[in-house]
């Protein structure tokens, strides 16, 4: 599973290969969450573009437009409620790491998880745009894979990321280009703990990457 991110925008550059048009006035966010709206990279025309979206949309009364924050890369393409977000609008997810929460007896202790060699990526994603009489929403899902055996033991799954030799296949590619992707090598993940201030989305500083060892206390 993949609940919170990072993108801080020291990669925008990498980005301007695949996308000509000017790039959006990113701040740096250290604690992307769901339900906010971050930007994505999709296709439009064949062409990349810039678009600002909202991370998934919650189950409600009104369930007509849920559409969850994840995605199993296993079952993208045979959901029913993913199959033609799979099949025509795909997109990336510019970021730089995540975090995940490991369970220890009851008590949940957070890691942020990052490449080892600092590799620039994007994860894969699909969207859609829900219309409604007053008004409209577009939104996004993380696809997620299962978890290298290194993060294993903080969460079984992980956020599937492409690195930027398969960002123009996983926007525009057929369906063989896309499952060969949907199998496509992990970078190597480095996990390190952090400090629970990540639990809440009001802390969103530098200071959230820093190593912290111990036990917490959960912020609620």
Request: proline content about 7%.
């Given at each position: ?5 990072t ?24 604690n ?42 296993e ?65 996004f ?16 799954r ?63």
């Open positions: 599973m993949c609940g919170r991110y993108w801080k925008k020291n990669s925008l550059g990498q980005f301007k290969k695949l996308v000509k048009e000017p790039a959006p006035n990113v701040e740096p966010n250290f992307r969450a769901p339900g906010q709206t971050h930007p994505v990279i999709i296709s439009h025309n064949g062409y990349a573009k810039w678009e600002e979206m909202i991370w998934g949309s919650p189950k409600t009364n009104k369930s007509a437009d849920f559409f969850p924050i994840n995605a199993r890369s079952t993208v393409a045979d959901k029913l409620i993913f199959q033609e977000s799979f099949s025509e609008t795909r997109c990336l997810i510019p970021a730089d790491g995540w975090f995940e929460w490991q369970v220890i007896e009851g008590t949940k202790y957070p890691y942020f998880i990052s490449s080892e060699q600092n590799e620039v990526f994007a994860f894969a994603g699909i969207w859609k745009k829900f219309l409604g009489p007053d008004s409209s929403k577009t939104v899902s993380v696809l997620t894979l299962s978890a290298p055996s290194n993060t294993l033991h903080i969460h079984h992980a956020p599937m990321a492409l690195t930027e030799a398969h960002w123009r296949n996983w926007l525009n590619g057929d369906h063989e280009q896309l499952s060969s992707l949907l199998q496509s090598d992990q970078p190597k993940w480095n996990a390190m703990q952090v400090s629970s201030r990540v639990n809440s989305t009001r802390n969103n500083d530098p200071k959230l990457l820093d190593p912290f060892s111990g036990k917490q206390s959960l912020l609620f």
